[in-house]
């Protein structure tokens, strides 16, 4: 039972890497204590546009690793894992920030813009990354996609 519970989490990581990479730098950035920078109103502007980008890229990559798999995913999962589980972790990473540094802050307004990149990463996979692949002639459930 724990062999083939070690293979399928090595299947994951294996097809989920660049997700998994981006996650990893979603929590460094989360909780790095910048030095030597002073906050400014052009900063904290800055910082809203950082945010979503960090979550869109997070919620577009792991789009991108599931259409390499399939071009039809089941919805109800993609749902759970990639719209989600991102926004929940968006909220638990700035309640974190609030409760367990001095050096950040946790923001309504960074888990809106996080929410908003999640959301915006949710439509631009599906109505330009999933035609992009299709036509490139990814692999859709083992048969190769019409050009």
């Given at each position: 039972m724990?062999?083939?519970?070690?293979?399928f989490l090595?299947?994951?990581?294996k097809r989920?890497?660049?997700?998994l990479l981006t996650l990893i730098?979603?929590?460094c950035l989360t909780f790095y204590k910048p030095t030597?920078?002073?906050?400014?109103?052009?900063?904290?502007?800055?910082d809203k546009v950082v945010h979503f980008v960090?979550?869109?890229?997070?919620?577009?990559v792991f789009w991108y690793?599931?259409?390499?798999?399939?071009?039809k995913p089941r919805l109800f999962l993609m749902a759970i894992f990639a719209v989600i589980v991102p926004i929940i972790f968006s909220g638990?990473?700035?309640?974190l920030q609030y409760v367990l540094t001095s050096y950040r802050t946790g923001d309504l307004a960074d888990f809106y813009f996080n929410t908003m990149g999640v959301l915006v990463a949710v439509l631009f996979s599906w109505f330009v990354t999933r035609p992009l692949m299709k036509r490139r002639g990814k692999r859709c459930n083992g048969e190769e996609a019409a050009q």
């Open positions: 724990i062999k083939s519970v070690m293979k090595g299947v994951l990581i989920y890497i660049l997700t730098l979603i929590l030597g920078i002073k906050r400014t109103d052009t900063i904290v502007e800055i960090m979550y869109f890229t997070l919620c577009a690793e599931n259409f390499k798999v399939t071009l638990v990473m700035e309640y």
